[in-house]
């Protein structure tokens, strides 16, 4: 009985919370527990465009891919249907929506975040705007735990005006490249680099791709990582992780496109990592030997051997992991060889080398062990690898068959 009232209890209060914001009061009055959420594009419609609010300007509009199908694929049917994490599947790549491209620029905002250690240190921002309302854009959410650091964190530091480009796991080598990096050279051709923020503590790979791409880390301001920010003036940049538009300008920057043809063919090994490796890897290994390819560990290269490196691929082949994001710095046209695990499928490669324009294969494996999918290593057949490189052989410098809706 006494369990039932009190729970009866918090009901009654957060219904009280929830109509006492909806009703205008602000969600700082209460602790930020009662934080309504809207996206960006919402926030201006609320304001019916009055110049206070604000500045809203579409770069690229939302627009439908035409996709080819995996190259070993016949048909779409034959792709998994399943969205899981990501909000698309391996069979929506062909004609999958790519979100607008947009830059905002709004009054009065308050940008808190925190770590999470037991999630690999993730790093998890929100915005909240000056009327108390939480943006929701793309790995970027209020969330219940922001609302505790609001409450106790010390007074925020205050800026005039800053541009904000870091997402949740931004340390994420394929985050940070295909979500994070384009950003800032959208910015640099547009000019809007001097107020952007990165965080202190940043990997050596990101700084690294920050050089490869001409921009110099010790040139960015920083945030304080202990205390929430406070800014007067403060630019969202909001894109689509898969824009061919965007994607290809880390492609451009990195000078990958040249007047001569690539000719490695290159298998990256996950031998080395903590997780999601390659069972019997030595023996699927020596398929890809015969076939002429040489097996590297992209954390023992620098990023500018990297970049080298993927000027130079014509084939990349590698299982599922962030090695494969390098094909951001390939020439236009090379092919990209997965080997996936599709009980847990996770089509964001397939989408990079599509927007990239890069033909792509796909090797069907399966994830061994227990845990969570994304920590399992990946078993595939030798007779699956040996398939697609015999079909690779014979298709190499062929075009793929684009998908016909």
């Known amino acids: 009985m006494r369990t039932r009232m009190m729970q009866a209890l918090r009901n009654a209060c957060d219904r009280a919370g929830w109509i006492s914001v909806q009703g205008g009061v602000p969600p700082a009055w209460l602790g930020y527990r009662w934080v309504p959420v809207e996206s960006v594009s919402q926030y201006f419609a609320r304001h019916g465009g009055a110049p206070r609010a604000g500045r809203y300007e579409t770069v690229h509009p939302a627009?439908?891919?035409d996709n080819p199908l995996p190259c070993n694929i016949a048909a779409r049917e034959d792709l998994p249907g399943?969205?899981?994490w990501w909000g698309f599947s391996f069979r929506d790549v062909p004609a999958r929506t790519s979100g607008e491209t947009f830059i905002a620029t709004l009054p009065d905002c308050r940008v808190v975040w925190y770590r999470e250690p037991a999630r690999g240190n993730d790093f998890y921002p929100a915005i909240v705007t000056a009327d108390g309302r939480g943006l929701d854009v793309r790995e970027l959410r209020f969330r219940p735990r922001h609302a505790e650091v609001l409450r106790r964190s010390p007074a925020p530091a205050r800026r005039r005006t800053a541009t904000w480009i870091v997402e949740r796991v931004y340390h994420n080598h394929s985050h940070w490249l295909t979500a994070h990096l384009p950003k800032l050279l959208l910015l640099r051709e547009r000019g809007g680099l001097e107020d952007v923020l990165l965080p202190r503590e940043r990997t050596p790979a990101i700084d690294g791709s920050l050089r490869v791409v001409g921009l110099d880390p010790s040139a960015f301001d920083?945030?304080?990582?202990?205390?929430?920010?406070?800014?007067?003036?403060?630019?969202?940049v909001g894109t689509d992780r898969f824009r061919p538009e965007l994607l290809r300008l880390a492609a451009r920057a990195s000078r990958a496109s040249g007047s001569q043809a690539p000719w490695r063919r290159v298998f990256i090994s996950r031998s080395l990592a903590a997780r999601r490796r390659l069972v019997e890897e030595d023996a699927i290994w020596?398929?890809?030997?015969?076939?002429?390819?040489?097996?590297?560990?992209?954390?023992?290269l620098g990023s500018d051997q990297q970049v080298s490196l993927m000027r130079e691929t014509a084939i990349l082949a590698a299982p599922?992991?962030?090695?494969?994001?390098n094909m951001l710095f390939c020439q236009?046209?090379?092919?990209?060889?997965?080997i996936a695990d599709l009980t847990f499928p996770n089509p964001n490669f397939y989408a990079l080398a599509s927007a990239l324009g890069h033909h792509y294969w796909l090797a069907a494996g399966e994830g061994v062990g227990e845990g969570h999918p994304l920590d399992r290593d990946l078993?595939?057949?030798?007779?699956?690898?040996?398939?697609?490189?015999?079909?690779?052989?014979?298709r190499t410098g062929a075009p793929c068959g684009r998908f016909a809706s």
Request: net charge negative; proline share 5%; hydrophobic share 40%.
């Open 82 to 84: 399943d969205r899981g």
């Open 63 to 65: 627009a439908a891919a």
């Open 332 to 338: 236009p046209g090379i092919h990209v060889i997965e």
């Open 379 to 394: 078993r595939v057949e030798a007779d699956t690898v040996r398939d697609v490189l015999d079909r690779v052989r014979e």
């Open 320 to 325: 599922h992991g962030a090695g494969l994001t």
């Open 286 to 300: 020596r398929l890809f030997e015969r076939d002429g390819f040489e097996r590297v560990h992209m954390e023992a």
């Open 222 to 236: 920083t945030f304080d990582p202990a205390r929430p920010l406070l800014v007067d003036e403060l630019t969202l």
